[in-house]
């Protein structure tokens, strides 16, 4: 929801200063791939030491750099399939990264607490599942709603969660990682419900094109 309705404004903002930064040179998978690397080693580093509250803040940063690129790319060349591919992977690292970052703190610190493992790598599977159900479904040519909760929206929800624990919160992360793997379950059901939905409209259109050409 995030992505759908900050797309713009993101857009206006950063436009001069991805333009500026097009000028000195800078590529947007060279932000890109930066990006991935300053987010993975926070992650590491941070989430891995229990420093939950500067690795919220600090990958938080970080991924700022995912909204820079495709300004960027956008400034440039417009964009191409390559840097798209490029970018998806990032994400996907990154995502993979930060919550594998907090699967080892849990099991370092609260190795009893089988709830918010659970619930972590219900997000880890299900995080990559709603990527790969848009990317097929494009690769399909069918048409899918961006759904309950994008990258954007579970990025943000573990990143406070996270901090939220590191000030003290209880069941903070607990409650962030639950929303997170719950609004994913519903987001994959929704894109394929609506790949589906587009499918069969589709096919009824040329059905009834069929028969109207008899």
């Known amino acids: 929801m995030l992505s759908e309705y900050g797309r713009s404004g993101v857009t206006k903002v950063a ?20 990006g991935l690397l300053l987010t993975c080693a926070a992650a590491v580093w941070f989430f891995g030491t229990g420093q939950l509250l500067v690795g919220a803040i600090v990958i938080g940063l970080c991924t700022l750099l995912d909204l820079v690129d495709g300004a960027v790319a956008r400034a440039s060349d ?5 840097g798209a591919l490029v970018d998806a992977v990032s994400d996907r690292v990154a995502d993979g990264v930060i919550l594998g970052a907090l699967v080892w703190w ?13 619930m972590l790598l219900a997000c880890m599977v299900l995080s990559q599942v ?3 159900s848009k990317a097929r479904a494009d690769a399909g040519g069918l048409e899918t709603p961006g759904g309950l909760m994008e990258r954007a929206d579970r990025l943000v929800l573990i990143l406070v969660g996270a901090g939220l624990e590191g000030l003290g919160v209880p069941w903070a992360l607990e409650a962030a990682v639950t929303v997170v793997a719950v ?10 419900w609506g790949g589906r939905a587009d499918y069969f409209s589709r096919v009824a259109q040329e059905n009834t094109a069929t028969v109207g050409d008899r």
């Open 78 to 82: 417009g964009g191409s399939p390559y």
């Open 106 to 118: 849990v099991v370092e610190t609260e190795p009893d607490n089988r709830f918010v493992l659970v």
């Open 183 to 192: 609004g994913s379950l519903v987001t994959v059901v929704q894109r394929v």
């Open 130 to 132: 709603v990527s790969y």
């Open 15 to 34: 436009h001069p200063f991805a333009t500026f930064l097009v000028r000195l040179g800078v590529t947007a998978n060279g932000i890109t791939l930066t």
